[in-house]
Nanobody, 124 residues
């Protein structure tokens, strides 16, 4: 399984950015896909997740209403549309995939695979 994240960059507060995670190596129809982030000196934290089959989404309270996670079945990608970005959103963002129980989407260890990160920097 390979997860290739892209789309990070340097933006100003209030700007938008779209991250993509290209998934390959198996069929992901039964999987959940998640985005996590880690800022320097901080713990890795959950951002958003989506169940591939149903499209059910989950969000951290800190990003709810600003970020939208979606999947593209044709391209086998999961996207994270980020709007109204804040300096505290600055982090390395990782995508992850796994057979995750309904109650465990916020737990990074519940995911079986993780891609390399993409840096998002939001200046004030």
């Amino acid at each position: 399984v390979q997860l290739q994240a892209s789309g990070g960059g340097l933006v100003q507060a209030g700007d938008s950015l779209r991250l993509s995670c290209a998934a390959s190596g198996r069929t992901f129809s039964r999987y959940s896909m998640g985005w996590f982030r880690q800022a320097p000196g901080k713990e890795r934290e959950f951002v958003a997740a989506i169940r591939w089959s149903s499209g059910t989404t989950y969000y951290a309270d800190s990003v709810k209403g600003r970020f939208t996670i979606s999947r593209d079945n044709a391209e086998n990608t999961v996207n994270l549309q980020m709007t109204s970005l804040k300096p505290e959103d600055t982090a390395v963002y990782y995508c992850a995939a796994g057979l995750v129980d309904y109650s465990n989407h916020r737990r990074a260890l519940a995911y079986d695979y993780r891609g390399q990160g993409t840096q998002v920097t939001v200046s004030s």
